[in-house]
């Protein structure tokens, strides 16, 4: 039976083994972390939408793990550090505990500047958010974000929670009471999820190899949702790691054997349209073979913008680069300057996709 905490509240502990998506990888804080928490929180972005002393200093990172190791201690709320699983850096923070509607746990999270756009924080809100609706007497997990942090609601989307409205004049912020965006994940919404996965593709036996991967479901392409599956190649002709284009009319469609499974989507690189089939698969991340652009095709985001720069999916200008040991390049004069700045580097969309009977089948739009 599992342990209770204060007033009936499940004692948490630790998760063993700990959670982890790909290369994010969650664990609690450790006083080692200080140095990191304290350079992340100078950042103005995270100074603007979280409750932070500011300056924030170096004692204010060791106080912050100190309360963090007395809840995990105390069993009442989980702080997770968000690292990267091979380096060990830190990447952000998420934490959950018990919060004041009704039977919910509210969740929050910060991502340090260099890691975000990549897909962290919706894959860490994933792994905390299901991880608590597994404890016992978890009913509903929540988040709140302000009305202006478009970002933060874009990350509750993307990792499968709902938007319940908007509570007018509820956080106190920088001395004044602001309107935030309440979204919130119930165990139905886990269940209605798998169902769709169950409908979706076949379930392979144990240890079957070549299945499709989980689309996500806000970013399935238009059109594909309720159409019938049809085979477009073999199991056989796509191996794991690899990439491959099978074209439909007009419609070229790249598919990818990711270590998630088989990946449908439109090849063409998200920024500038080159064929992705003949760039270089890592993992999940498809490099563009024009620009050095690297996508994450299992998550839609992109992991390195390309070197002509541009708009990222969220509307965030990056300007142009070039790899370390060379030159930088300077932007062109001109109108191609301006197409450049303007030209935005947009998220995958997926067809859905399935493995029956040893041939990849996918769900296309009606031509």
Not at 29 to 57: K, M
Not at 258 to 281: F, K, N
């Amino acid at each position: 039976m599992r342990q209770a905490g204060r007033r009936g509240r499940p004692l948490v502990r630790p998760p063993d083994p700990p959670l982890r998506d790909g290369d994010v990888l969650l664990r609690p804080f450790r006083q080692s972390d200080a140095a990191a928490i304290a350079a992340a929180c100078q950042d103005p972005e995270i100074q603007h939408w979280v409750p932070l002393p500011a300056p924030y200093t170096i004692r204010d990172a060791t106080d912050f793990v100190t309360s963090t190791e007395r809840g995990w201690r105390d069993g009442v709320r989980a702080e997770f550090a968000i690292v990267h699983a091979g380096s060990g850096d830190l990447l952000g923070a998420i934490g959950i505990g018990p919060g004041g509607l009704g039977q919910g746990w509210s969740i929050g999270y910060w991502v340090a500047p260099d890691a975000r756009r990549l897909g962290v924080a919706s894959r860490a809100l994933r792994l905390v958010s299901r991880w608590a609706l597994g404890l016992e007497g978890v009913r509903r997990v929540y988040l709140i974000a302000e009305a202006g942090n478009v970002a933060s609601q874009q990350v509750a989307v993307r990792a499968g929670f709902h938007r319940d409205g908007l509570l007018r004049a509820y956080l106190s912020m920088r001395g004044e009471l602001q309107d935030v965006a309440l979204f919130s994940l119930l165990p139905r919404d886990l269940a209605a999820e798998a169902e769709e996965r169950r409908t979706r593709a076949d379930v392979a036996p144990p240890g079957a190899a070549g299945t499709g991967a989980p689309t996500p479901t806000h970013l399935v392409a238009p059109g594909s949702a309720d159409r019938p599956f049809e085979p477009v190649l073999v199991l056989a002709e796509l191996p794991p790691g690899s990439l491959r284009r099978v074209s439909r009319g007009d419609l070229d469609v790249l598919l990818a054997h990711t270590p998630a499974g088989i990946v449908a989507t439109e090849d063409r690189c998200p920024h500038m349209a080159a064929p992705l089939s003949l760039g270089t698969l890592d993992g999940c991340v498809v490099s563009c073979p024009l620009h050095r652009g690297r996508f994450d095709l299992c998550t839609g985001e992109t992991v390195q913008m390309p070197t002509t720069g541009g708009l990222d999916a969220d509307g965030v200008y990056h300007p142009t680069w070039a790899a370390p040991g060379s030159e930088p390049k300077p932007d062109p004069p001109g109108p191609k300057a301006e197409a450049r700045r303007l030209t935005r580097v947009r998220r995958f969309r997926y067809y859905p996709v399935r493995v029956h009977d040893g041939r990849i089948e996918v769900a296309l739009p009606e031509a």
